[in-house]
């Protein structure tokens, strides 16, 4: 168990039993340091503080859920968008009052770069994008992957890369259509479970899970998909220095077809350097 505590002990995130059963990392590596327990939470260090630290987190992420729903129940209408999934922060219920809400697409087939197109207008019209209205509560969507490309394994650093199957792992399913959240599992799961063998998908709360079908939009969809490669090479004009600089040359930039992910700021190495020890 302790290397699950050691890892989130990184973000002051004390874990329950039950949390540490389902995120039980499997690793040959060692870890001496025996946990400490306070109100039935765990850590390996400072449990009291982290407590309260989770605490105060929890109640700042309760605000955030309240706008990523409403956010997202716009989004989950808009052409071509099939599934939206919370990530990092939000997923664990820990984000701080500055945090900004991190969300992921999966969209129709062929679908990515039309989806991306129609979510950031709409963010960019509400002005709820990073950077439009100070930091907080702004909606940062990075990932688009289309239903049927919905292996990402590949996007791992190496084996080392504990971050990526933690971020995995822990997705939020906030809408769903046709099982969208069931199949990405499905997709993912042979391979998380070589790291993490008691993981189970994520159940969402009926607050926050978002339900329909949309049907009127595939018509919509039918005649914009000749046109993608119109938007693609529209898209690819408009993208930033820092994306450009990046652009798959390593896996925090990835951009093709099917699959896309801007992760100019990832601190992935970074957390996994603390986790290792090195």
Request: proline share 4%; charged share 25%.
């Amino acid at each position: 168990m302790s290397h699950a505590l050691r890892y989130f002990g990184q973000f002051s995130f004390p874990l329950t039993r039950l949390e540490q059963d389902r995120l039980f990392l499997s690793l040959r590596h060692e870890i001496k340091a025996a946990p400490r327990e306070y109100h039935g939470f765990f850590s390996l260090a400072d449990v009291s503080a982290r407590v309260d630290v989770r605490h105060a987190r929890y109640m700042a992420a309760q605000k955030k859920w309240k706008r990523a729903v409403r956010v997202s129940r716009a989004l989950s209408y808009l052409p071509f968008v099939r599934g939206i999934f919370a990530c990092n922060s939000l997923a664990y219920d820990n984000t701080s009052t500055n945090s900004d809400i991190d969300l992921i697409i999966i969209t129709a087939s062929n679908g990515v770069w039309w989806a991306r197109f129609f979510c950031l207008v709409f963010l960019h019209i509400l002005r709820l994008r990073p950077g439009q209205r100070g930091y907080a509560d702004t909606i940062c969507i990075t990932t688009f992957l289309d239903e049927n490309h919905l292996a990402i394994n590949d996007w791992q650093i190496d084996r080392t890369d504990i971050e990526f199957v933690y971020w995995v792992a822990n997705m939020y399913p906030i809408y769903s259509m046709n099982n969208t959240y069931e199949s990405f599992w499905n997709m993912n799961k042979h391979w998380l479970s070589a790291f993490l063998p008691r993981a189970r998908p994520v159940l969402p709360h009926p607050d926050r899970a978002i339900t329909h079908g949309a049907p009127i939009r595939q018509w919509i969809e039918a005649a914009l998909l000749p046109f993608r490669r119109m938007i693609l090479r529209l898209q690819y004009k408009r993208f930033p220095r820092a994306i450009t600089d990046m652009l798959n040359k390593d896996t925090r930039v990835r951009v093709d077809d099917f699959r896309l992910k801007f992760h100019v700021t990832d601190k992935r190495e970074e957390h996994n350097r603390v986790f290792w020890g090195s």
